[in-house]
Each structure stands twice: as C-alpha cells, then as structure tokens.
C-alpha cells in the first residue's frame, strides 16, 4: 500500500526541487541545529504535549535526514532506498494504527523579521 503513496510523494517531491533550484532557492528543509549555531540561545521551555498544524511545521531539528527530502516535506531519494522502505513502512504504520507516539518539535522565534515599522514577531516550527 505504501509503495503507490511513496511514488506520488517521490513524484511531489522531485518537481519541489526542481522549481526551488529553477528559482534560486533552496530546494531542502531548513535545519533549526543550523540556525541555532548563528544564534545565542536565550532559553528553553518544555511546553507539553500540545497539538500543533503541520502548516506551522518548517524544518526539521537536525541535519540528518535533510537531503532526503524537498522542501515540501516530499522525498526525493529513490525508491530502491533504505530510506524509502522506512518512509513505505512508517506510512503503512500510520495509515494502520495511526500515530502512536508523540513528536517532538521545537519553537523557534527569531527576535524580529522584516524591517521598520512593518516589524512582526515570527514563530516558525521545526
């Protein structure tokens, strides 16, 4: 069952990463351990199990698994893969059972973005 869904995402996920390098952009998720390094941490708070909507989601917390994905979250990497067959059996998993442990994300919120007057306070999610 996961077969057919990986090769759609895998099929998402190339044509993401083919318009981000058209574009100039970068066509993997942002790595919060990459930001954090240019940044001083000012504090770290356990906020609980909460619900979050993966809209908030942007990135992932560390560098592994980044060039496995594009950055709409598809995969990018074949499907004859390790990687593949562990994404073909968590999605097997979730569809059959659903999610049964949480998922650990961080709140990241740099000071301000923008500029001047127009100056909001952005939260992102990884």
Do not use: H
């Amino acid at each position: 069952m996961g077969d057919n869904e990986y090769q759609e995402a895998l099929k998402l996920g190339k044509k993401e990463y083919k318009a981000c390098v058209s574009q100039g952009r970068f066509p993997y998720l942002p790595v919060l351990d990459d930001i954090l390094s240019r940044e001083n941490i000012q504090t770290e708070q356990n906020m609980g199990l909460m619900q979050i909507p993966l809209d908030f989601v942007v990135g992932t917390a560390t560098k592994g698994r980044t060039y496995s994905f594009a950055a709409n979250f598809m995969p990018i990497l074949d499907a004859d893969t390790e990687f593949a067959c562990k994404w073909i059996a968590l999605s097997d998993a979730q569809v059959n059972e659903g999610i049964r442990d949480p998922i650990v994300a961080y709140e990241y919120e740099p000071l301000l973005c923008g500029g001047g007057k127009q100056a909001c306070q952005c939260t992102e999610v990884f």
